[in-house]
Structures are given as C-alpha cells and as structure tokens.
C-alpha cells in the first residue's frame, strides 16, 4: 500500500531504475547493420560517410559537431572512460589530483597505473569509492545535458580489487564486494541517468570483448579487433569466430548488442575483402560492424547496408555461413574451402553483389549460381 506522494515517486523511481536495468537495446540498435566512431576532427571525408548511420562515437564532441550529426541524420554517442585519469590534468570535468580518494589503490598501496600503453602516466581509478560515484554521475548529467545521445564507455574493465579502505585512502560504497560489483552497480545508475533523457538515449561499454556482467546495465558492448585489427597481421581462426558467434549471438539477437570493431589494411589480403569478410561474419553473427572509418577508401559502400531485421539465425552449409534478412543475404565461406550455391531468382527478381558492385544474372538453372574462393565474405541485397 502506497501512503503518501513521497512515497509513490520512490515506489516509481525504483520501477523505473529496474526495468533499465533489464531493458535491451531501442530497435535503432537491434536493428543496425553497422556504426562507427571518429576521434580526430570531422572533415568532409569522414563526415560524408557519417551520413544516416544509426550511430557515430566522437571524443569531446562539441556543439557544432552535435549540429552536423543532426544534419547528417545521425546519433552521437560521446567517448569517455571510467577505468582511467591522466596523474595531473583536467580531464572530463576534474583533475584527479584534487582527488586522491578517487584512485584505485593495489595490495602494495600504491596506486592503480593504466594498462593503456599509450596512457602510462594515466591512475586506475574507483568506481567504489563514494565521491568517485558521485563525480561520475554529476559528470554524466553534464555531458547528457549538452544533448547528445549516449556514452561510449571505453576501458569497462575495472582493476578488480582496491586496497584504499586497508590502507586508509577512502571508504567504499560496498565494503563487503570487489570493484566488478560496484563499476556493475555505477553502469546501472550511468544507464538510469542516460535513460532519463530518453529512452532512444543510449550506452555501450568497451570492456575490449563483451563481458557478462555487463549485461542487462548497458544497451550494448563492444568486440573490439574483431578479426582483423592492428595489433596482428592476419584473420583471426574461424574456430574463434564461431566461438563468439556462439556465445554472443543469441544475446545480441536478443537485444544485448554488440559491436563488433575490426582495424582493417593490417593483413596481406585487400581491405575491400577483409572488409567483406568481417562485415558478413559480424551480420552473421548479429552484431554490428564498425571499423572507425579504416576501410574509408575501399569499402565505403558497406557503411551504406541496410539490411532489415533478420528473417532466421545463422545457416551452416557446405562450404559457408550464410543468414537472411529482410532487405538481403550475407554470406561467409569457409576458411579451407571454398563455396558453390543458388539464390532463387524466383524469390529474389533483383539482386545486387555489394561486392563486386553487379546485379546477379540467373544462370542456366534459371537461378542465381555463386561460386566463392575459401575465405570471401559476401553481401547480396534485395
Ligand atoms: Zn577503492
């Protein structure tokens, strides 16, 4: 029984904070193809490319980037960690050094150093310490309040065990648990404040590959160097594609999305084939792709895939993957063999290979006969 008024909006509050909790991802993200994110400056080229994509990430973004993403008929998702500080900057609305009970503190009592190569100088930050989680809201709000669409949390990977109560540094909001419950506990009140600017505002945490605590506290996570990125020079196994796929596919399907990031022009091969192959195996799998604008000159057409929702789950053939969707067909071909099949030409009257920019010709069975090398990814469209 509901006394008073007060009582009422506590009783709403908390409806509300758990059924975003529990949501999934606005249909704008279930259904995207693919997203992608830009940090430097956004000139014409990038921007062209920005344009009607469900989603872009920026860094710092500014108001008259947040006037072209509109313009450009897209959604801006700003960048920020909550892993990390530069020792002695202003940096995302504070200087750390102002806070030292922000600072995650290791069983030596020394403070947290970032496992970012390029950050070394930069102090692994507390998501249980209490002023911590209040700076992190407050900063939240402000960046929501500029009118951007979500965050892009990057580094959702918390140093597990801080030592800061031990050796008297500052007291924790969950005495009793490790800091993968309490950064749990900061994305749910990061995605209740996000969700309170609407329910089409949004956050995906980058954990570096999507972790399951994380789920159910974000609309998505990313999968970053899927396949092909920097930090190697050839495919990944399909053995390790398909292990994602399995273990991540019937969740983003069901509406924990992931966005699958792949580096690409880092292996010997063309990047408008890597570009395919990842991009098929991504929608095969039913994540996004994305690749921060690295396929920009050869393979701009994959940005432009609209491919609808998916008419059933991944099929495993003779020689290659493939799924249907509403709009077209993505196909996958083995990594030691190549691939021989028909596409009704009956069904499907029209039909264009994105990736050799040609509308199919049926052949002599009347249908469409496709013949790929091992390893080629492909994007047919009806
Ligand atoms: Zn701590």
Redesign the pocket.
């Known amino acids: 029984m509901v006394e008073n008024t007060d009582d009422m909006k506590t009783l709403i509050l908390t409806l509300i904070l758990a059924a975003s909790a529990s949501a999934t991802a606005p249909d704008f993200v279930r259904n995207a193809d693919v997203c992608n994110g830009w940090y430097k400056a956004w000139d014409d080229k990038v921007t062209q490319e920005m344009q009607d994509l469900p989603f872009v990430i920026a860094s710092h973004p500014d108001k008259d980037m947040l006037a072209k993403a509109r313009k450009l008929n897209t959604r801006l998702l700003e960048y920020v960690t909550f892993y990390q500080m530069p020792a002695d900057q202003y940096y995302q609305h504070a200087n750390i050094k102002d806070h030292p009970e922000w600072v995650?503190?290791h069983a030596d009592g020394k403070p947290g150093e970032s496992a970012d190569n390029a950050n070394a100088d930069w102090l692994t930050t507390?998501p249980?310490?209490p002023t911590y989680h209040e700076y992190v809201i407050k900063t939240v709000r402000l960046i929501m309040e500029a009118g951007v669409d979500g965050l892009f949390i990057d580094n959702g990977h918390p140093d597990r065990v801080?030592?800061?109560?031990k050796f008297g540094?500052?007291k924790?909001l969950y005495p009793d648990q490790d800091?993968n419950y309490a950064y749990r506990k900061l994305l749910e009140d990061i995605s209740a404040v996000v969700k309170s600017y609407g329910a089409d505002k949004i956050v995906i945490v980058n954990p570096g590959n999507p972790w399951e605590q994380w789920r159910g506290a974000c609309d998505g996570q990313m999968l970053e160097s899927y396949i092909c990125s920097w930090a190697w020079d050839n495919r990944w196994k399909e053995e390790k594609i398909l292990q994602y796929q399995k273990e991540w596919g019937a969740k983003a399907d069901a509406g924990d999305a992931v966005i699958a990031l792949s580096y690409l022009d880092h292996t010997k091969a063309p990047v408008r084939d890597d570009a395919f192959y990842c991009f098929a195996w991504a929608r095969l799998s039913g994540f996004i792709w994305a690749d921060w604008f690295t396929g920009i000159d050869t393979a701009r057409d994959l940005y432009k895939v609209r491919l609808g929702p998916a008419v059933g789950p991944m099929k495993t053939n003779t020689g290659y993957y493939s799924r249907e969707f509403k709009y077209g067909m993505v196909v996958a071909s083995k990594e030691a063999m190549g691939a021989s099949f028909r596409i009704s030409a009956k069904d499907h009257p029209s039909v264009l290979d994105l990736y050799n920019t040609k509308f199919l010709k049926p052949g002599k069975s009347g249908d469409y006969e496709i013949k790929l090398d091992k390893g080629e990814g492909r994007v047919y469209t009806w």
């Open positions: 995650c503190i507390c249980n310490s801080c030592e800061g109560p540094k500052h924790h800091n």
